[in-house]
């Protein structure tokens, strides 16, 4: 008789599995991963900067540039990498953050990346964050509709943003570039970063 119950009692435990594993849901597909998102130039220095307040407190910018990291559509006015330089007049040091869309490399990862402080050379000119009112996107407008003809005669050339001092201006400048870079290319204009005022063209 208790041969018969133990057998009854593990017949009704296989059974009970069998059931739970049947009505269980197949485990659902992972979701393709999203292609880069590319922002503009403030919305990743805002990122790199609170960043870089657990380095430095006094944080100046010596520069900003966008980075052509990924094959993703172009956007005008946004990049889908940033890098920036901070300045720290305390420490007499600069830092290198940037700003990546999606995982690139070993050294370049999502988000936020750092990069060892330099000693800061005297005469580096340096500006606040509270001084970049214009956006990249916004900077750009103004660029093209000076440009018009040149844009539209180069509708596939990439666009580089850099954000520094001007010799010839008491602000911080955005330089927009046909190209991958001011060394190279053979048109972009400098649009004011506080005013969005069109300050001139280099070629």
């Keep these: 008789m208790g041969g018969v119950m133990r057998w ?23 979701e393709p991963e999203k292609p880069p998102e590319p ?7 805002q990122q790199m900067f609170i960043a870089a307040r657990t380095w430095a407190q006094d944080l100046q910018i ?7 990291l990924s094959k993703a559509a172009a956007v005008p006015g946004k990049a889908d990498g940033w890098q920036v330089m901070f300045a720290s007049p305390n420490l007499q040091q600069q830092r290198a953050y940037t ?7 070993m050294s370049i990862h999502k988000g936020v990346t750092d990069e ?8 580096t000119k340096m500006f606040p964050i509270a001084a970049v009112k214009i956006d990249s996107d916004e900077a750009y407008q103004v660029a093209v509709k ?20 001007n010799q010839n201006v008491p602000d911080a ?3 927009i570039i046909w190209g991958e870079s001011s060394a190279t290319s053979s048109n972009s204009v400098l649009v004011d970063a ?7 063209t280099l070629h």
């Design 8 to 30: 009854s009692l593990l017949s009704a435990f296989a059974a009970c599995l069998i059931l739970s594993s049947c009505s269980s849901e197949p485990p659902k597909p992972k």
């Design 62 to 68: 010596v520069s900003m540039t966008s980075l052509h």
């Design 99 to 105: 700003w990546s869309a999606s995982e690139i490399s």
């Design 194 to 200: 506080s005013t969005g005022q069109y300050m001139g």
């Design 173 to 175: 400048v955005w330089r």
């Design 146 to 165: 000076k440009e018009a003809k040149y844009a539209a005669a180069h509708p596939d050339m990439p666009i580089t943003y850099q954000l520094q001092m």
């Design 39 to 45: 922002v503009t130039g403030r919305h990743a220095l």
């Design 116 to 123: 060892r402080a330099q000693p800061l050379s005297s005469g």
